[in-house]
């Protein structure tokens, strides 16, 4: 069974929003920090926010002002909320899981989520 699933993908014009969610399973666990990735067609996977298990985070530049990560503990789910979206937004966005066991890192990947941003 799918232990990180993500959702909230789509097609938006220019300037709209979305929000993207991921949920984990419990299985996973404990979860030293949590983010989101995307690729473009023909172009590598690139983060696009991140956040620990401590609340810090941390964006790309092309995204900084526009997107905004968070999390919701008790409901063991992440979200992306995406603003200003533009083309080049454009890209499978991933939702990655990150554990740490006695410095034994363990990353988990969900399906990702298609976001295209077209007129």
């Known amino acids: 069974q799918a232990q990180l699933v993500e959702s909230g993908g789509g097609l938006v014009q220019p300037g709209g929003s979305l929000r993207l969610s991921c949920t984990t399973s419990?299985?996973?666990?404990?979860?030293?920090?949590m983010g989101w990735y995307r690729q473009a067609s023909g172009k590598q996977r690139e983060l696009v926010a991140g956040i620990t298990s401590g609340g810090s985070t941390n964006y790309a530049d092309s995204v900084k002002g526009r997107f905004t990560i968070s999390r919701d503990n008790a409901k063991n789910t992440v979200y992306l909320q995406m603003n200003s979206l533009k083309p080049e937004d454009t890209a499978v966005y991933y939702c990655?899981?990150?554990?740490?066991?006695?410095?034994?890192?363990?990353?988990?990947w969900g399906q990702g989520t298609q976001v295209t941003v077209s007129s």
């Open positions: 990655n899981a990150r554990t740490d066991h006695y410095n034994h890192i363990r990353d988990y």
């Open positions: 419990e299985s996973i666990f404990p979860i030293y920090a």
